[in-house]
């Protein structure tokens, strides 16, 4: 079976009808675990952050790819801005979130990592963003390491964060069988399109990134390939 044939078989299997066979067991949490004695990082709080008004048509109409990026800083409170319009939770109970962006069943598999390259108020690392508690902890990985992952490698190394979406893939299988595989990467799509519209207000530049040694990225974070992996990534900074 060659590799067209491998992606049709996906595709026949993950079809709505044959692939959406809900699993036994427990349901899986709504947010991967903390470790003890973890250092968390309080973000501004969303309910204080400045709105900002924009023309939307006008705003859909400019949107665009940005490559290149300015040597200003991003603010934290620009950084948690963003991470409050792609992830942030607007109503949770111990069975779900409601958060800023879609997701199917309201499963919100992603995980979002962020690369700070240019952020005033933190130090250059990765960090693990916990949308409940609207905060970060720090990830011990080799930032170098994880840039050299992206086929854009200047552009990640320009820039002054950049996002990446990984999946805990359960939260969709665990409801939705081989068809929440398909389901997690339209997730992905909602929440960078969310990024992008939202950096345009604060005078900031997105460039998506889908190009990278998948298999590399997961091991330098840590991740188990069957139960968590990367799905999509963004570069962005001040222009």
């Excluded at 958060?99 to 240019?118: F, K, Q």
């Excluded at 939705?176 to 519209?197: E, K």
Aim: hydrophobic share 45%; proline share 4%.
């Amino acid at each position: 079976m060659n590799n067209f044939e491998a992606a049709q078989k996906f595709l026949h299997e993950s079809a709505w009808k044959s692939g959406s066979t809900v699993l036994s067991g427990s349901k899986p949490a709504l947010e991967l675990p903390l470790a003890k004695n973890e250092q968390i990082i309080p973000l501004p709080d969303p309910g204080m952050l400045h709105d900002h008004h924009v023309n939307f048509l006008e705003m859909v109409e400019l949107r665009s790819t940005v490559r290149q990026y300015s040597n200003v800083p991003l603010t934290l409170e620009e950084l948690s801005y963003l991470l409050w319009c792609t992830q942030g939770v607007k109503a949770a109970n111990p069975n779900m979130t409601l958060r800023t962006v879609p997701s199917a069943g309201a499963s919100h598999s992603l995980e979002t990592y962020i690369l700070l390259n240019n952020v005033s108020g933190l130090a250059k690392g990765i960090y693990r963003f916990l949308a409940i508690e609207h905060a970060l902890i720090p990830v011990s990985a080799d930032i170098e390491a994880v840039m050299k992952c992206f086929s854009t490698y200047k552009v990640v190394h320009n820039s002054a964060v950049v996002f990446i979406w990984s999946t805990v893939i359960e939260r969709l299988s665990f409801k939705f069988g081989l068809r929440g595989y398909r389901y997690a990467f339209i997730d992905a799509g909602h929440v960078c399109q969310n990024l992008y519209l939202a950096a345009q207000t604060i005078n900031t530049g997105v460039c998506p990134l889908g190009a990278f040694e998948d298999e590399k990225l997961n091991e330098l974070l840590n991740f188990d390939n069957d139960k968590q992996f990367v799905i999509y990534g963004a570069a962005m900074g001040k222009v």
